[in-house]
């Protein structure tokens, strides 16, 4: 069965450079969800798209934004990169809002230098 | 607001042995809740997740799990535990009134099984 896929799945960066991470959510899929997991941490809500629209926000940084665009495939852009933002970024996918299983992706692992 | 409270860090057992990995939460309405596995440099699994109906839900290899309202928790259990299972486990929930079931995870309670 097909997964969630997100790439790149490691991504190394220095201070102040920008970065952007994809993800492409499961055929028949119509929601997307970020999260971060910080080195030792729970996985954190960012955001989310539900038919290309931004349907919930979490404690996302001014310097992030995402979209989702017409094939449903979203990419989070983060800029001005800090050292703090060196986590490991989760992609998931549901197939209706509301409650249901969200099937995550293999995550990518972002390290800021 | 709801959270998530996972009430052991770590939980060390040998294999073939019992175990139970705490899961309370806080939430003003009624919940969904979730189990999800996460093995060294994975993403998450979802092992088993209460919607409505039976209290007592089971899900993948072998893990099960009960929900119970008045203690507000949601205790994983598995009767007999297997080297393989050596892992993180993070308890989550979302808010069924609201459209878009963002999760909110608990702080993981890392399995290690002895042999």
């Known amino acids: 069965a097909a997964g969630v896929i997100q790439s790149p799945r490691h991504l190394i960066k220095e201070k102040r450079e920008t970065a952007t991470l994809k993800c492409y959510p499961i055929?028949?899929?119509?929601?997307v969800y970020w999260y971060q997991q910080g080195p030792g941490q729970d996985p954190q809500f960012l955001i989310s798209?539900?038919?290309?629209?931004?349907?919930d926000k979490g404690s996302i940084p001014d310097r992030f934004s995402a979209q989702q665009f017409s094939d449903y495939h979203s990419e989070l852009n983060m800029s001005s990169l800090e050292l703090g933002d060196s986590a490991l970024y989760f992609c998931?996918?549901?197939?209706?809002?509301?409650?249901?299983?969200?099937?995550f992706g293999p995550g990518t692992r972002l390290t800021v230098l | 607001a709801q959270s998530v409270t996972q009430l052991d860090s770590q939980v060390p057992v040998f294999e073939e042995a019992p175990v139970e990995l705490r899961c309370n939460y806080s939430?003003?309405?009624?919940?969904?809740l979730f189990w999800y596995v996460q093995y060294p440099n994975q993403g998450l699994q979802l092992l088993l997740k209460?919607?409505?109906?039976?209290?007592l839900v089971k899900g993948i290899n072998g893990f099960e799990a009960e929900f119970n309202k008045s203690q507000t928790s949601f205790h994983l259990r598995k009767p007999s535990v297997h080297i393989s299972d050596t892992a993180e486990y993070f308890c989550a929930v979302s808010d069924p009134g609201t459209s878009y079931g963002k999760l909110t995870f608990g702080q993981g309670t890392i399995l290690t099984v002895h042999p």
């Open positions: 055929p028949r899929h119509d929601t």
């Open positions: 798209f539900y038919e290309k629209m931004q349907s």
């Open positions: 998931a996918s549901s197939p209706r809002t509301g409650g249901n299983e969200q099937f």
């Open positions: 939430s003003s309405v009624s919940v969904y």
């Open positions: 209460y919607l409505s109906g039976s209290t």
